[in-house]
C-alpha cells in the first residue's frame, strides 16, 4: 500500500514498514469486547426510562432501527477497515477518499462527538453510583451526588490511562464476560416471565401510544447506544487477521448489542407500563430487576450498570485519545497533541484532551443533550464513510484490496448514508445547533491552521 | 535514517560476505577473526548453524555486556529491539516518535557484533505483547535460543541444567559453536525430583555423548545430578559460579518461559545470562531445513517484502 508513502507490508500478525513492525496484539475476542464494550452500556442502563416515556413500548422498534442503521454503515466501514488496517479508523477513510477537509471536519467534529459520548457515559455511571449509595443507604442529604461521583471517576479514569500500564484489555474482556451474563440471565428469565410463562400475565398496552413521530425522535437519541462498533476500526492497526476479525467484530458487535437492546426494552415495559418506567428515569431498568430478583437482582443490575457505563467510558476516552492521534499525525492539529511519555509510553496529551473536556461536559450533566450530539457527530461520520466507500470504489486505486467486500455495495451505502444522515433531523433543535457549530469550528480551524496540508495517498 | 536495515542486508550481500550456507559463511568469520583461540573451532561439526534471538528493550536501556557479544558472535544473532506500550498507546504513534532512538541503539549493538567479525539481523518491533512479539519474531528467523540478558563478566563456565528431555542435536548445536576458548568449560547437570520419572543421568549422559560426537574435547566436560525439591532455586544459586546458562525453554512455548517460567525466573534472579533453547514447533520441522539455512544467511528480512 502506497497510502503513507513509504513500502509498507500488512500481515496477519504485524504491519511492516521499511523501519520497524508493529505488532498485532489483539485477537477477534479483543476486538468483540472493544465494540460490545463500548455500546452496551447506554442502550440498557440509560435509555430504556427515557425512551419508553417517549415512545411507549413502540421503543423498541427505536432500538431496532438504531440497529439497522448501525448495521448499514458497519458493512461499509468494515470494507474500508480492512483495506486500510489502520489507527484513525472513520476519519482516515473519509479523509483519504473524500479529501483533507471533509477529513479535517470529521476528525477533529469526532474527537468532540467521543468527549459528548464520554461525558455522557460517565454522567451515566454518576446515577448508577448515586443508587448504589442509595440501595446501601447512606443518607446524602438531599445533596446532588451524581455529577460530582461522574467528575471524580472521569479524573479516575483519565489518570488510570495516564499512568496505568497495567494490561487493561483483558480486564476489558473480564468485564464485558461478565457483564453479558448477566444480561442474559436477567433478559432471560424476564422475557419468560413477560411471555406468561411464570404465569404472571404482564400489562398489555398500546405498543406506540405517542404515534409514529416519537419513535423515530427517540432512534435519534438512542442511536448513541451504538456508538462503537466504528471504534473497532480505529484500533484496526492493532486487530491480527484484520480481514477476518475486523469485519466479524464490527458486525457481531453490532447484531448482538441490537438484540439486546430490543429485547431489554420488550421486558422492561411488559414488566412495568411505559409511564412508571419513565418515571423512575435513568436507572429504570434496576427497578425492573428488582421486580423480577427483589433486592438481589437490583444490586445485580446495579453492578452490570457500574461495569457497563464504565467500560463505556473507558474505551471512549481511549478512542478519543486516538482520534486525537490520527490528526496530529496528518498535521490538521500541532503534533504536539500525538506526543508519547516515554516514562509512562502514554498518550498524555491526547489524553488530556480527552479528559479535561468530558469533565467540563460532565459537570454541564445533561444526558440527553449529550447523547444527541455524541449521536450527531458520530452519524455525520457515519454517513460520509458511506459516500467513501462509493468514492473508493468508482475508482478503485491499486492498493484498494480489501478482504471484506460489501455485498451490493450501492445499495447497502447508499441506505447507509441516507439513514444516518436522516436521523439528524429528528434530534432536538439545540443537539443540532450545537453539532452543526462543532463542525462550522472544525471547518474553521482547517481554514486558519491547515489549509496547506497535502495528505497522502489522497484520491 | 535511511533505511539501516537495507545496510544489514548490503553487508551480508557485500564482497565480504559469503551469500552461502551459514557454516561456511561461520568458518570464514573466525579465519578473519584476529583471535587465535577462534580458528581453532573451525573443526567442530555444526549440523544445523544456530540463531540466537536478542530481545532487547532498547529503549529502556537493555543492551548486552562486550564479553557476551565476543561468546555469542559465532553464532547467527537476529538482534530485536522491541518497546511494549500499553495499551492505550498505538504502536503506530509511538514508532513515530521513538523508532529512530531505538533504530539507533540497535544499530550500535551490531556495530559491536560486527567488530566481533559476526553479521547480525535488526529488528524493531513496537508492540502491545512483548512475549507474542519474541515468540513470532523467533518462528519467523528459526531461532535455536533466545537470550534473557544479564551482566557477566568473561565467559568460560556454561552450566547447561537438565530438567527434562532436550534436543541434543539442537544442543549440541549451540554448545559446540559457543564453545571455542581455551577456558571453555561445559558443566552439564542433570536435576531432579525425588519420585520424578525423569532419569537425569541418562539425559546428561545422551547429551556429552553427543557433543563428544561433535568433536568436543571430553576433558572441557563436565557431567553431574542431583536430586532437590528447588531445581529452581538450586540453578539460581549455582548460577553466581557460571558465566552463562543454557537451559531447554519450559514445556509450553517460549511464551510461557517468558512471561514467568522457570527460565524467567532463573533469569530473574541469576547472576548470569540465560539461553532458553526453544523447542522445534512442527511448522519449523519440515520444511526448514532449506530455509534455515537461508535464515542464517539473512534472507528471511527481504523474503517477507
Given amino acids: 500500500m502506497t497510502a503513507s508513502g513509504e513500502e509498507t507490508v500488512e500481515t496477519d500478525e504485524a504491519t511492516i ?149 497495567e494490561n487493561a484489555a483483558a480486564l476489558q474482556n473480564y468485564v464485558v464476560g461478565l457483564l453479558l451474563t448477566i444480561l442474559v440471565i436477567f433478559l432471560g428469565y424476564g422475557g419468560l416471565d413477560a411471555l406468561g410463562v411464570f404465569g404472571r400475565a404482564s400489562t398489555p398496552e398500546t405498543f406506540a401510544p405517542f ?52 429485547a431489554t426494552i420488550f421486558v422492561a415495559t411488559s414488566a412495568f407500563g411505559s409511564a412508571a418506567l419513565a418515571s423512575f428515569g435513568e436507572t429504570a431498568i434496576v427497578e425492573v430487576a428488582r421486580n423480577f430478583g427483589g433486592r438481589a437482582g437490583a444490586i445485580a443490575i446495579l453492578i452490570a450498570g457500574l461495569l457497563a457505563t464504565v467500560s463505556s467510558a473507558n474505551a471512549s476516552i481511549l478512542s478519543t485519545s486516538r482520534a486525537v492521534f490520527a490528526v496530529s499525525k496528518d498535521a490538521l492539529v500541532p503534533g504536539i497533541a500525538g506526543r508519547v511519555n516515554l516514562r509512562y509510553g502514554t498518550p498524555h496529551v ?16 445533561e444526558v440527553e443533550v449529550l447523547a444527541e450530539v455524541a449521536s450527531f457527530l458520530h452519524l455525520v461520520m457515519y454517513s460520509l464513510m458511506c459516500v467513501a466507500l462509493f468514492a473508493m470504489r468508482r475508482d478503485e486505486p491499486e492498493w484498494y484490496d480489501p478482504a471484506f467486500r460489501v455485498p451490493a455495495y450501492p445499495l447497502v451505502a447508499g441506505l447507509g448514508a441516507v439513514s444516518s444522515a436522516g436521523l439528524i433531523l429528528f434530534m432536538q433543535p439545540t443537539s443540532q445547533i450545537i453539532g452543526i457549530a462543532i463542525m462550522l469550528a472544525s471547518a474553521g480551524w482547517y481554514k486558519y491552521y491547515a489549509d496547506d496540508v497535502q495528505l497522502k495517498g489522497v484520491l | 535514517m535511511s533505511d539501516d536495515r537495507t545496510t544489514a542486508d548490503e553487508a ?57 557479544v565476543e561468546f555469542l558472535a559465532p553464532t547467527k544473532e537476529v538482534l530485536l529491539a522491541y518497546h ?4 492505550q498507546t498505538p504502536t503506530e504513534q509511538a514508532s513515530l516518535q521513538f523508532e529512530e532512538r531505538a533504530r539507533e541503539a540497535i544499530e550500535d549493538l551490531a556495530d559491536a557484533f560486527r567488530d566481533a567479525g559476526s553479521d547480525p539481523e535488526t529488528r524493531v518491533v513496537f508492540t502491545h505483547g512483548r512475549q507474542q512479539t519474541i515468540d513470532r519474531v523467533a518462528g519467523e528467523v528459526g531461532a535455536t535460543a533466545v537470550l534473557l540478558p544479564n551482566p557477566t563478566g568473561d565467559i568460560d563456565e ?88 543454557v537451559m531447554r525453554e519450559g514445556t509450553g512455548s517460549v511464551v510461557s518461559v517468558l512471561l514467568g517460567d522457570d527460565a524467567e525466573r532463573i ?17 519449523e520441522a519440515e520444511p526448514d531445513d532449506s530455509s534455515t539455512d537461508a535464515d542464517a544467511s539473512g534472507s528471511v528480512h527481504s523474503s517477507k517484502e
Fill in chain 1, 211 to 262: 404515534g409514529a413521530t416519537p419513535v423515530f425522535t427517540t432512534a435519534a437519541l438512542v442511536f448513541t447506544s451504538y456508538l462503537g462498533f466504528a471504534q473497532v476500526a480505529t484500533v484496526a492497526g492493532d486487530i491480527k487477521r484484520p480481514g477476518r476479525n475486523l469485519p466479524l467484530a464490527m458486525i457481531a458487535s453490532v447484531v448482538l448489542v441490537g438484540v439486546l437492546y430490543v
Fill in chain 2, 267 to 283: 533469569a530473574t534472579g541469576a547472576v548470569a545470562p540465560v539461553l532458553v533453547l526453544r523447542d522445534r514447533t512442527p511448522s
Fill in chain 2, 12 to 68: 551480508e550481500t557485500g564482497p565480504d560476505a559469503d551469500p552461502v550456507t551459514g557454516t561456511e559463511t561461520e568458518a570464514r568469520d573466525r579465519s578473519t577473526d584476529p583471535e587465535p583461540d577462534r580458528a581453532t573451532a573451525g573443526g567442530l561439526a555444526i549440523r544445523e548453524p544456530p540463531v540466537v534471538l536478542l530481545p532487547l528493550a532498547v529503549l529502556d536501556g537493555e543492551t548486552v555486556s562486550e564479553s557476551l
Fill in chain 1, 17 to 165: 514498514t521499511d523501519d520497524a513492525e508493529l505488532e498485532r496484539t489483539l485477537g477477534l475476542t479483543g476486538g468483540l469486547a472493544i465494540g460490545i464494550g463500548t455500546m452496551i452500556g447506554a442502550g440498557i442502563f440509560v435509555f430504556p426510562g427515557i425512551a419508553a416515556g417517549r415512545a411507549g413500548p413502540a421503543a423498541a422498534v427505536s432500538f431496532g432501527l438504531g440497529a439497522i442503521i448501525a448495521l448499514l454503515v458497519a458493512l461499509p466501514a468494515s470494507e474500508l477497515a480492512t483495506a486500510m488496517p489502520k489507527s484513525g479508523g472513520g476519519y482516515y477513510f473519509i479523509s483519504r477518499a473524500l479529501g483533507a477537509l471533509s477529513g479535517a471536519i470529521v476528525g477533529i467534529s469526532i474527537w468532540l462527538g467521543l468527549v459528548f459520548a464520554t461525558a455522557f457515559y460517565l454522567v451515566g455511571f454518576g446515577n448508577y453510583a448515586a443508587a448504589v449509595l442509595a440501595e446501601a443507604g447512606v443518607d446524602v442529604a438531599g445533596v446532588p451526588v451524581v455529577v460530582p461521583l461522574a467528575l471524580l471517576f472521569g479524573v479516575f479514569l483519565t489518570a488510570l490511562n495516564l499512568f496505568g500500564t
Fill in chain 2, 158 to 245: 556454561v552450566l547447561v541444567p537438565i530438567r527434562e528431555p532436550i534436543d541434543d542435536d539442537r544442543l549440541a548445536d549451540l554448545v559446540t559453536t559457543l564453545i571455542e576458548g581455551e577456558n571453555d568449560r561445559v558443566t552439564l547437570w542433570g536435576l531432579t525430583a525425588e519420585g520424578d520419572d525423569f532419569d537425569p543421568a541418562r539425559a546428561v549422559e545422551r547429551a556429552a555423548e553427543e557433543l563428544r560426537e561433535r568433536g568436543v574435547d571430553s576433558a572441557t566436560v563436565t557431567t553431574e545430578t542431583s536430586v532437590t525439591p528447588t531445581p529452581v532455586r538450586d540453578i539460581v544459586e549455582r548460577s553466581a559460579d557460571a558465566d552463562v546458562i
Fill in chain 2, 84 to 87: 511494549e506500550l500499553p495499551e
Fill in chain 1, 350 to 365: 491526547a489524553l488530556s484532551m480527552a479528559g479535561g473536556p468530558v469533565l467540563v461536559l460532565v459537570a454541564l450533566g
